[in-house]
């Protein structure tokens, strides 16, 4: 079973609770919900209280942040349900949010207290970071919370069906409620609002539990039932002698009742009788349709044409929704009786054998049949002894293969079209090209295109044409022996003759509709169908997109591009733009090509780019590159970057004076460099500067200038999380100590140090139980000698916590990695 939480509004004036529980989560707090319940939160026991009206401000901040990221403002399927959650935490009645984590505390043998203490610190925390992200616009800092999720974004979890935006976390009885309430007076019963305004007067015997969708609840009065909404409306007064839950069908909630021990479907807002009270059982069968029962026989309801199939079967109907049918079982065959919705009768058929194809349905080949055959709604036929049906989505036109040729059925013309022509092959797609019924079709003439609708050839067949391509955006390109010609069908087959009709990149209509190649040139359609020639200066962000092109699409675009860049030269990326350029040098450094990055980043640097300065000096002094190395020119290039004040230059000409590389080594002009390069902004140089105090090497170690500058990258999002740790460890801050500690959310490095300070009760209350947790978790990270030995110690001889098998395993893991064993 799952352990939750569990969160209630509450007055603390009064000590009411709302009737039931807001909600109920797996663990933790929702990653969406923070910023509603760390609000003034304070802990009592195993219970957190936290300002409801302050935690709805927070929460509405965060979900703007949310919705500006992500471009979510304007969508119904995020608005509707936000504005349904906001204006359900609205109307709750009381100022204080309550979250009980009994359940999940009892998962540890730890005290609930300090588990609550330590929950406190943690939800205080993510706080002031969600907060910090909404001051700054910056949803990238909450990134770090989503490592044990598996979620990889908000959006994924705003978009994750259940979840509904923020509103499937809440209970759907708790926000119907909030609109109203059942209330008792002198043994009767009615209705509130959660502010105790009377919607209802309590005057009935009972008011049963309201239905999900309608919010209508069954009222009794005397022994006789009713019907009656949750603001108040009583639709149906308590006449009936039974009455069960409404249930939607048609354009209003339908309700069961009884009279005179009969049943009967009453449409409740117009109080009018759907199925008149006279059958003795009614069933829903599908949705729109009920199944009737009167004296042993069955037949079937419709909300919008009445009994469509007598009650006169001896068995009940069920409903197959593939082919869209009612039927019944028979006694001593296979075979069912099939029905439409309209109540015509097709025939009896094979579970499975048929298929609805618009308006007509396709009889499968089967053991009792070899060919297949098609009939209409009401069950004639229409061809039989056929060999395979081409049924596309959308399409009434149907193409059936009898005796090797095809034939074309229109189902709402009921009849069949180009009778006279011998049809070979049929290909069409669904809304291929944004109208239906539609098809490319090779006679003995040659290939063309058919419009079924209109019974015209949209391109007559011609022997000249060796095939028709679908394109995206409603386009066909028709490849002739002489080239590729462009149909639409809003203007026809175009006169222009290409080399090659390409489909747009990632087909995003934005970026064109359609690529064609003319030549030595490259065109591109725009949305108003207006075709222009693609700039060169393009070309390469085309390229670094190139495999959003797919098959031969791809293939022609990279044989152009290639011919193209043959013939411009060694350097033919130099028309393109910089950033292009930047993109291409970085891929191709990414790839360890570095002589071609180089060549790159150079041609990007003439186009004054003081990046790609920077860049170049780190392909020419990094070591590791031999064939490359000339640390004295990748000087001159960062030289010329730092003159312009660029803060990435001047942190590795530090780097170099540290590293003793192109430089001779100097700690004074590193630190004089870094020390600029941070005073231009630069988080790496104020970590550098960190780590030259840290680790105390080339300079007096001193932790407190190394804390300052971490402090001081942690400004600029660049966390040193573990280093800070371990200064206030040895500065025997264990205050601060605890708060860092409790941001390692990854738990990559913390536990050695939950290990030792339980162990010795420094700055927390010594808990050896909790220590040896902290050890295995420290070594489930990394391989800690302290941390085994301390284990050896407590599962080989500590009394209380001996352990035979536990000794043996963290013996093999310090022999593994060389610990000594006492």
């Not at 006279?420 to 669904?430: D, H, M, Y």
């Not at 031969?552 to 950033?579: C, H, I, P």
């Not at 590791?624 to 230059?649: C, M, T």
Request: hydrophobic letters at 35%; charged letters at 25%.
């Amino acid at each position: 079973m799952a352990h939750r939480i569990y969160l209630y509004n509450y007055d603390q004036k009064s000590n009411q609770t709302f009737d039931t529980y807001l909600g109920e989560w797996n663990y933790e707090i929702p990653l969406l919900l923070y910023p509603l319940l760390a609000e003034g939160i304070k802990v009592e026991g195993v219970e957190f209280f936290s300002d409801k009206n302050q935690g709805i401000v927070q929460l509405r901040y965060f979900f703007n942040l949310l919705a500006d990221t992500y471009q979510l403002h304007y969508k119904k399927a995020y608005y509707e349900p936000v504005n349904k959650m906001f204006e359900f935490l609205e109307a709750l009645p009381y100022d204080t949010f309550v979250l009980n984590a009994t359940d999940v505390f009892n998962m540890n043998e730890e005290k609930h207290k300090v588990q609550a203490r330590e929950w406190l610190l943690e939800i205080q925390q993510k706080s002031k970071l969600y907060k910090k992200a909404v001051a700054t616009r910056n949803l990238s800092l909450l990134d770090s919370l989503f490592s044990h999720t598996g979620y990889s974004s908000f959006l994924e979890i705003l978009e994750t069906d259940w979840i509904d935006y923020g509103l499937g976390y809440f209970e759907e009885r708790a926000y119907k409620k909030a609109a109203s309430t059942i209330f008792e007076e002198d043994g009767k019963f009615g209705l509130k609002d959660a502010k105790g305004t009377i919607l209802a007067p309590a005057i009935y015997d009972d008011i049963f539990e309201e239905d999900d969708l309608y919010s209508i609840s069954v009222i009794q009065k005397e022994a006789l039932f009713g019907y009656l909404q949750s603001d108040g409306k009583e639709w149906i007064p308590p006449v009936y002698e039974d009455a069960f839950d409404v249930f939607d069908f048609a354009q209003e909630p339908l309700g069961e009742v009884k009279v005179n021990g009969k049943s009967g479907i009453l449409k409740i807002y117009s109080n009018t009788w759907m199925v008149p009270a006279e059958y003795d059982a009614i069933e829903r069968v599908a949705y729109g349709f009920l199944g009737v029962e009167k004296d042993g026989k069955f037949g079937v309801y419709s909300d919008e044409n009445g009994l469509i199939i007598p009650v006169e079967s001896e068995s009940s109907y069920e409903y197959d929704y593939f082919p869209e049918l009612f039927f019944t079982k028979q006694k001593g065959t296979s075979k069912r009786k099939y029905y439409t919705k309209e109540g015509n009768y097709l025939g009896d058929f094979l579970e499975g054998s048929i298929v609805k194809t618009s308006t007509c349905f396709w009889v499968k080949p089967n053991k009792f049949d070899k060919k297949g055959r098609l009939i209409d709604e009401k069950g004639n036929l229409i061809i039989d002894e056929a060999d395979q049906l081409i049924l596309i989505d959308h399409f009434e036109t149907l193409a059936v293969r009898k005796d090797k040729n095809w034939q074309m059925y229109h189902t709402l013309k009921h009849q069949f079209l180009l009778e006279n022509e011998s049809i070979i092959k049929v290909k069409a797609q669904s809304n291929a090209g944004y109208k239906s019924n539609v098809f490319i079709l090779k006679t003995q003439t040659g290939s063309g295109l058919f419009d079924a609708d209109s019974e015209s050839w949209l391109i007559a067949p011609q022997s000249e044409i060796q095939q028709i391509h679908y394109l995206e955006n409603g386009f066909l390109s028709i490849q002739k022996n002489e080239g590729y010609q462009l149909f639409d069908f809003e203007n026809g087959l175009s006169i222009q003759l290409y080399d090659y009709i390409s489909n747009p990149l990632n087909y995003r209509t934005e970026e064109g509709l359609l690529f064609l190649y003319q030549d030595e040139n490259m065109l591109r359609m725009n949305e108003d169908k207006s075709i222009h020639r693609v700039e060169t200066s393009e070309y390469g962000t085309i390229y670094l997109d190139r495999y959003s092109f797919r098959g031969k699409d791809l293939e022609y675009f990279t044989s152009f591009y290639n011919r193209w860049k043959s013939q411009a030269g060694k350097n033919a990326e130099q028309f393109m733009e910089v950033g292009t350029v930047k993109k291409m040098a970085f891929d191709a450094k990414e790839n360890q090509n570095y002589h071609e990055a180089l060549r790159l980043f150079e041609l990007s640097a003439q186009k004054d780019d003081m990046d790609s300065l920077v860049e170049i000096g780190l392909l020419l002094t990094d070591p590791e590159i031999e064939s490359l190395f000339d640390p004295q020119k990748g000087i001159r290039y960062y030289e010329k970057a730092a003159q312009q004040n660029h803060p990435v230059a001047w942190n590795n000409i530090g780097a170099l004076y540290h590293n003793g590389i192109g430089y001779s080594f100097n700690i004074k002009k590193a630190i004089q460099a870094y020390g600029k390069s941070a005073e231009l902004g630069d988080e790496m140089a104020l970590v550098n500067l960190g780590d030259l105090y840290y680790f105390g090497e080339h300079v007096l170690q001193d932790y407190n200038k190394a804390l300052v500058f971490y402090q001081q990258a942690e400004k600029k999002y660049s966390y040193n999380y573990d280093k800070i740790s371990e200064i206030y460890y040895q500065l025997r801050d264990y205050k601060n100590l605890l708060v860092y500690l409790k941001k390692d959310y990854d738990q990559s490095y913390s536990g050695i140090y939950y290990g030792i300070i339980y162990e010795l009760g420094m700055g927390v209350k010594t808990d050896v139980k909790k220590a040896i947790k902290y050890f295995e978790q420290a070594n489930a990270y990394s391989a800690y000698e302290y941390a085994t030995q301390r284990l050896l110690h407590y599962y080989g001889e500590d009394p209380a916590f001996k352990n035979e098998k536990k000794f043996q395993k963290w013996r093999s893991f310090a022999e593994k990695h060389g610990f000594e064993i006492d």
